[in-house]
């Protein structure tokens, strides 16, 4: 069922288990995990602050759901790739929410805010393995003058956000498709080296690298840095705009 603690949690030693059909709400106070807790998330689990006091696995099954109002804690292993999984990160207001890098990658990735000045910033490197969702935040990628790299494997899906796509890089290594509300996304870098379709027009400054597919449906490329293509490039009645 559904539970909402206003005092918050901790989780002591042992090994704990979120039932499928729990949606549990610690998120407005924090929730501490201490030593070597296991939890095995098949809910829906929604936390503030995390403290992490000693080394924590967190396993984010099929189906489950992991929300984050405040950025969570980075000591232990936060198992995200299972396939069918959802981390989200929900803060609101003008405070910076870090995206942590997890064990191994992300499966869908959902970024939420409040409005653009609601700022989503990478901890590092990440890899996607599902779908990248903006939805009414501000994504950027650097920190601490640091330009921190995106591998997505499958959907890159901007429905009411801004990219700050600063000098990094995005990697579609995968299949899937490349959109934006707003008509045209600004990347600096882009690399293909998987299946990838423009469902939206976009302006690459830096370097576009092609090693595999990459479709237009007959979307624009607007480009002001350097085109690298050595795969294969299909125009489907789209342009590639040299400015």
Known sequence: GTFTNNKGAKFNNGNFSIHSSANL??????????????????????????IAAGFIQFHNYAGATLRFKI????TGNWNFHYPGNTVEYIGRG??????????????????????????KTLNGQIQINNELKIETCTFDVRKAGVDHTVHLAGDWNNVSGRFLARGGNVGFIGSGTIYTFSGIESFYSMSITGDHSLISNVNVAGQMTVANTLRTNGYTIHMTGNWNCGGNFVADLGQVIFE
């Open 25 to 50: 709400n610690f998120s407005l106070r924090s929730t501490q995990f201490k030593n070597t807790v296991k939890v095995y998330n098949y809910g829906t689990f929604t936390v503030g602050q995390v």
């Open 71 to 74: 950025t969570p804690g980075t």
């Open 94 to 119: 003008t405070a910076i929410q870090y995206i942590i890098q997890p064990t191994v990658a992300y499966d869908k990735l959902v970024l939420e805010g409040s409005g653009l000045g609601t700022v």
